[in-house]
C-alpha cells in the first residue's frame, strides 16, 4: 500500500545515486579500451582490496583515493579505503619525513623514531588488514603497518614523493619497513631506488567528472569568482595547491610582483591545509602580508573554485621545487589552461615545454613565461588544447585504474605458478 508521508513520497522520487562508471569514459577513451579493462578486471573480482594512507582530504593523494577505490568497486573489485589517526606530534615527525624524502634535511633521533612506530602499532590494532588479499599502503605515513599483520596476500607500498635525492639515513631506516612489501610503486621511473623489492611505475590520473573538473558554464565561473569577490577586470594568473614550502608560494609572488612590471594581471594563490600536514597553517600565516588587491590568498576548501579559478585563468603556475607528480598541473591541463610548471618530477613528465605548456627553472622565467602568455591569447589556446590531448591519452583515471589492474594480476600470476 502506497505511503501517504510526503518525505517517503519524496524519497520514492529521487534518482538512484551512482558514482561514476567505467563505462562514463566512453566518451574521452576508445570503447577497445574500456572492454580491455573490463577483461582484465573479471579474472580479480574474487581479490578484497584496501587502500591505506593518512588522510581523507588535503593534498592528492585522498583526493586520488576518493576517485581510483570507487573505479575499483565499479569493475567488480570490493575495494576498501583506510586512513591511520594520529596526534600533532605524529605527523609533524611524518611531515619532517616528506620534507627529507624530496631532498631535506632531518634530525632522526630514537624518540621521534619510537614515537611514529608507536603510533604505527596501536592503528595496526585497530585498523584489520587480515582478511584483506591485496593491501596497497601509500607514503610513509602508514609505512611499519606491515610489520604487524599475518598476511592473506601481496602488500605494495606506493610512493608520491620526489625520490630523486632521498635523505640517505632517513632512506636507510625506512627501506627496513620497505622491504618487507611484495612490491614498491613510484609515480616515476627517475625515482627508483636500489632496492630488492620489485618495483613499478605507475603515474597519477584524475576523474574528469569530478566537481573540480567537470565542465562549467561561463556563469558558474563568474559566480564561483564573484563569491570570493576575486577581480576578474584583469587576466588571472593562478596557483592551486597545498601551502607546502616545496610548491615555493614565495617564490610565485615574487615571479608575479616582477611580471607586474609589464602587464596588467591578478594572482590568486589558492590553497588549503591537509590534516597529516601541520606545517600548512605556518606556510598560510607566513604569506598573508603579501596580501593586496592584485595578490589574493586563500585557504578554502572549495572544489569548484579551484576549477572556475583553472578555467578562467590567463595562466595556471605550479612553481614547485620539487614534486612527486603533480595533479594540480594535470587537472589544469585538462581544462585546456596554458601551465607553467617547475621543471621537476612528475611536471617535466607532463608538460614539454613548449609544446603543451612551458617548464621553468627560476623566479625570472616564471616572470617573463607570465608576461608573455598574458599577451599572446592565440599561444595560450594553442598549448592548452594540446595539454587536454595529453591528459585524455595518458592520465585520466581509467590509465591509472588499467596500471593496477596489471600488477594485481602479475601477484595472481605468481601465485597460480607457485601453487
Not at 161 to 187: C, G
Not at 261 to 280: H, I, K, M, W, Y
Request: proline share 5%; net charge negative.
Amino acid at each position: 500500500m502506497p505511503s501517504d508521508n510526503p518525505q517517503d513520497l519524496d524519497l520514492a522520487q529521487r534518482e538512484p545515486r551512482r558514482t561514476v562508471q567505467l563505462d562514463d569514459y566512453e566518451r574521452f577513451l576508445d570503447r577497445a579500451h574500456i572492454d580491455r579493462i573490463y577483461e582484465k578486471a573479471r579474472g580479480l573480482q574474487h581479490l578484497h582490496v584496501a587502500h591505506v594512507n593518512s588522510t581523507f582530504y588535503g593534498g592528492g593523494v585522498a583526493e586520488l583515493l576518493d576517485d581510483l577505490t570507487l573505479l575499483m568497486n565499479n569493475v567488480g573489485i570490493p575495494t576498501g579505503w583506510r586512513v591511520i589517526q594520529g596526534a600533532p606530534d605524529f605527523f609533524s615527525i611524518t611531515k619532517k619525513m616528506h620534507n627529507a624524502l624530496q631532498g631535506g634535511t632531518i634530525n632522526l633521533t630514537d624518540l621521534k623514531k619510537q614515537h611514529y612506530e608507536d603510533i604505527v602499532y596501536k592503528n595496526a590494532v585497530r585498523t584489520h588488514l587480515d582478511q584483506h588479499n591485496m593491501v596497497v599502503v601509500h607514503d610513509p605515513q602508514p609505512l611499519p603497518l606491515i610489520q604487524h599483520y599475518h598476511r592473506n596476500g601481496p602488500w605494495i607500498w606506493q610512493c608520491h614523493l620526489d625520490l630523486t635525492s632521498p635523505h640517505s639515513e632517513l632512506w636507510r631506516y625506512l627501506r627496513s619497513f620497505i622491504e618487507q612489501y611484495d612490491a614498491v610503486v613510484e609515480s616515476l621511473d627517475a625515482y627508483r631506488q636500489d632496492l630488492r623489492t620489485p618495483q613499478r611505475t605507475i603515474t597519477p590520473a584524475i576523474d574528469p567528472f569530478a566537481i573540480k573538473n567537470k565542465e562549467l558554464s561561463e556563469d558558474e565561473i563568474d559566480e564561483r569568482l564573484a563569491h570570493y569577490d576575486l577581480p576578474t577586470d584583469w587576466p588571472l594568473v593562478v596557483q592551486v595547491s597545498r601551502f607546502d614550502r616545496w610548491k615555493d608560494p614565495e617564490g610565485v609572488i615574487e615571479a608575479f610582483k616582477k611580471a607586474r612590471r609589464e602587464v596588467d594581471a591578478t594572482l590568486v594563490l589558492l590553497g588549503n591545509v591537509a590534516t597529516d600536514d601541520p606545517e600548512g597553517t605556518r606556510v598560510y600565516e607566513s604569506l598573508l602580508d603579501e596580501q593586496t588587491e592584485r595578490i589574493r590568498i586563500l585557504s578554502v576548501e572549495d572544489t569548484a573554485l579551484v576549477n572556475a579559478l583553472q578555467r578562467r585563468a590567463a595562466v595556471v603556475l605550479q612553481k614547485s621545487l620539487r614534486e612527486g607528480f603533480g595533479l594540480t598541473v594535470t587537472e589544469a591541463m585538462w581544462k585546456g589552461s596554458a601551465v607553467v610548471g617547475g621543471n621537476v618530477g612528475g611536471i617535466r613528465h607532463q608538460i614539454t615545454d613548449g609544446e603543451n605548456g612551458f617548464l621553468v627553472d627560476s623566479v625570472d622565467e616564471a616572470a617573463e613565461r607570465i608576461v608573455q602568455l598574458v599577451q599572446a591569447p592565440a599561444l595560450r589556446e594553442r598549448l592548452g588544447e594540446r595539454a587536454r590531448e595529453t591528459v585524455r591519452e595518458q592520465f585520466l583515471l581509467p590509465h591509472m585504474l588499467e596500471r593496477y589492474l596489471d600488477l594485481f594480476g602479475h601477484f595472481e600470476t605468481l601465485y597460480r605458478l607457485r601453487d
